[in-house]
Each structure stands twice: as C-alpha cells, then as structure tokens.
C-alpha cells in the first residue's frame, strides 16, 4: 500500500510552548489529508481536512487558532499545536487518500504511525 | 456516512478462526463497508472494503449479508499479531477519503 509519514513519532514539551507535526505522503500525491487525535483507550476523533492550496476545514469544536494545520505541498501537511497545554497530550494521526488517476486503483485512506505528545 | 455497531471485545484462540461482527442497519445503497484495524500505538491499518459481493484478500475475508445491514470480517487463522482494535466504517466512494470512527472491537487473540 501508499506510504504515509509522520514525524516526530513522539514528542515532549513544555506548557506554552508551539509543536509542530508532518505528515508526509511519501509516494504519491495528496491534495487532501486527514488530521485525527485519540486519548487513551478511545476512537479516533477526526480533528480537520487539510486541503492543499487552501484553508483546512475544522470539525465542530476544533479550534483552528490552536490547531494550525498548513498544506503548502501535494506531499506535506503541517499540524502545529500552539501554546501546549497538558490536556492537548494526546495520539495524533494523520491520513491521505490516494486521489484518482495515480495508478493505485483503490480507495482506502493510509494512515501515518501517529504522533504521541505528551506536555509537561 | 451511516452509523456502525460493534461489541465491544472479543476473545480468539490461536490458530481459530475470528468472525467480527458489524451492523450497518442504515446504510444506503451506495455506501461501502470498510474495515480498518489498530494494533497499539500504531496508526490503523486498512484491510478490506466491500459494497454487495463478499470480498477476499491476504488479510481477511469480508462477508456482507445480502441486505447489507450487516457484515462479518474473517480473520481465518489468527495470530498473536492480530491483536488490535478492528474498525468497521461504513462510506461513501466518492467522498474526500474522511473516515469517521466508531469504538470498534478490541480483539484479543489468545496462546
């Protein structure tokens, strides 16, 4: 299957501070791209779409001004969690749907291996 | 995108054969059944997708009743690796790839 990344795999900072997570398609290109987070022993809570090119689009009660997501390239999305707070420790993970007419023939959504933040 | 049930947990042995069950009683005619799977800690995994007809691949088989409100994902010979969370999602082709997940089943495939 397509191959989608992220990094850093884990991440610890401080209260106040700004993360920044990528998520990359490593062979193929998404015009769309998928934000999720997940708590302990839950599902995963779809955050945003990020669309190359344009504005995300934020699911009822994400916080775009605390969750900045940037798609500047068919193959890169950013999620920058600003000025950190303990309760935004969680899994983040992102996904990309292979677009049409890339040879893939299939039309499952590729996940990265996710993003742990802890904030201290 | 129509609305899923599934247990909660489930219990396998070694070697047998794990049938997960998924009610999509509200599915439309053009909505596709999907199935995705998270071992700990790791992004989900897709396995299989079907809209009428049964489906077969390396991982899994997908057997989805004929009036499809409901669908069973086989795992024939589990292993301790599949251990993992196992989503069933119901959706639309044609939409952007957003997937929205419900509790899925905890699956624990026992020695």
């Known amino acids: 299957g397509a191959v989608v990344s992220q990094h850093p795999s884990r991440v610890i900072c401080k209260s106040g501070t700004s993360v920044k997570i990528e998520c990359r398609s490593l062979?193929?290109?998404?015009?769309?791209m998928f934000w999720y987070r997940q708590f302990p022993k839950k599902s995963l809570m779809l955050m945003a779409t990020?669309?190359?090119?344009?504005?995300?689009?934020?699911e009822q009660g994400v916080e775009k001004d605390k969750f900045l997501i940037n798609h500047a390239s068919l193959t890169l999305s950013t999620l920058t969690v600003t000025s950190a707070h303990p309760e935004d420790s969680s899994f983040y993970i992102c996904?990309?749907?292979?677009?049409?007419?890339?040879?893939?023939?299939?039309?499952?959504?590729?996940f990265g291996q996710g993003t742990r933040l802890t904030v201290v | 995108d129509a609305k899923t049930t599934q247990p909660t947990s489930m219990d396998c042995a070694e070697g047998r054969a794990a049938n997960l069950p998924c009610n999509h009683s509200?599915?439309?005619?053009?909505?596709?059944v999907y199935w995705y799977r998270q071992i700990h800690s790791q992004g989900p995994q897709y396995i299989i997708h079907?809209?009428?007809n049964n489906e077969t691949n390396e991982m899994a088989s997908l057997i989805i009743t004929e009036d499809r409100k409901s669908s069973t994902l086989i795992l024939p010979h589990a292993t301790l690796r599949d251990t993992a969370v196992y989503y069933c999602?119901?959706?639309?082709?044609?939409?952007?790839?957003?997937?929205?997940f419900g509790q899925g089943t905890t699956l624990q495939v026992k020695p």
């Open positions: 996904s990309a749907r292979v677009p049409s007419g890339q040879g893939r023939g299939d039309t499952e959504a590729f």
């Open positions: 062979d193929f290109q998404a015009t769309t």
């Open positions: 990020s669309n190359e090119g344009s504005k995300a689009t934020y």
């Open positions: 509200t599915i439309s005619g053009n909505e596709y």
């Open positions: 079907g809209l009428k």
């Open positions: 999602i119901v959706r639309l082709t044609s939409n952007t790839g957003k997937l929205i």
